[in-house]
């Protein structure tokens, strides 16, 4: 097991450039230094250090350990200022904006692991341009939003994002369809569909919405926008009735009822990035909003 302690002596000696500074640097003792970087290299099995009489210096593979471990050193820092910060907070109540389609499977289980915790959410669903909205004019503590295709959603500076998921976009066909068989949908077949009535949203803004009006325009030609609703729920019933095609986030394809067949997708565009968005200082989010996208993360791995 890593002794953060080696990790320590490591990068003081990669920064000072000798084990004599490195103790000083540390305020340890230089045997103290000398004894945690040999369990170091008897613990990896080679030597992380070269020296010399005009120093040391790290050898290839302590240049790789040093790599991982400030990352491992940074994860320890924060871990003991999180705690720190949430034994401090007491009761916290936080104002969380998210998409309907996203609150359906998450909003529970982000409930009950920030209840644990002692965070409450005051939740409001809406769709995502009302969210950056929300962000923007700090109204909202933080929102779950998404993006597609290389579109940039209208945030201001202050305005801190976290990455929390990659969400495959699936297309939806009515089961008996033509192209129900195909195994997997690239451009060229996905325009084959221009004739078929799109089920699209009805908030404008949508970079799903705008990527399939996108790749149809490069054809000059313009696909049927027959139906439009945010509720995915009604978008698979109306698949499955046979009225409609549409494109179906991976997170809800459970959902998917009998008579509607999902397929992936090649084209690495039509994939969202779920993304939790707050205003946030110079040190980044608070502590509270850390914990949200964390049980953001963990709702999403719960279901599978």
């Not at 920064?15 to 103290?32: C, D, Y």
């Not at 994860?75 to 104002?95: I, K």
């Not at 945030?155 to 033509?178: I, K």
Request: proline content about 5%; cysteine-free.
């Amino acid at each position: 097991m890593i002794d953060l302690r080696q990790l320590q002596a490591l990068s003081a000696v990669a920064e000072e450039g000798s084990v004599a500074r490195a103790a000083i640097r540390l305020g340890w003792s230089q045997p103290t230094v000398d004894y945690h970087l040999k369990n170091l290299d008897r613990l990896v099995g080679t030597e992380l250090t070269a020296r010399s009489t005009r120093g040391s210096r790290l050898t290839t593979a302590g240049q790789l350990m040093l790599e991982r471990g400030e990352e491992i050193l940074g994860l320890a820092d924060r871990t003991l200022t999180d705690v720190r910060d949430l034994a401090e907070l007491g009761h916290v109540r936080l104002r969380f904006g998210i998409f309907p389609s996203a609150a359906a499977r998450l909003l529970p289980g982000i409930a009950l692991r920030l209840g644990e915790l002692g965070i409450e959410l005051d939740a409001t669903l809406e769709e995502v341009m009302p969210l950056v909205a929300g962000v923007n004019q700090h109204t909202l503590d933080a929102a779950l939003i998404y993006a597609a295709g290389g579109y940039d959603l209208p945030l201001r500076s202050e305005v801190h994002t976290t990455h929390v998921f990659t969400d495959p976009m699936l297309l939806a066909l009515p089961a008996h369809h033509e192209l129900a068989d195909v195994e997997r949908f690239d451009i060229d077949t996905l325009l084959t569909l221009r004739g078929e009535n799109w089920v699209m949203g009805s908030t404008p803004g949508d970079t799903i919405d705008d990527l399939v009006r996108e790749m149809y325009a490069a054809t000059g030609k313009e696909p049927t926008f027959a139906i439009r609703t945010d509720d995915y729920a009604v978008v698979l019933a109306l698949i499955a009735a046979n009225m409609g095609v549409a494109l179906i986030p991976s997170l809800l394809q459970g959902l998917a009822p009998e008579g509607v067949v999902l397929r992936p997708i090649t084209d690495e565009r039509f994939t969202r990035e779920l993304l939790l968005a707050a205003p946030a200082g110079p040190g980044g989010p608070s502590t509270a909003v850390r914990q949200l996208a964390e049980a953001v993360r963990r709702s999403i791995s719960a279901l599978g």
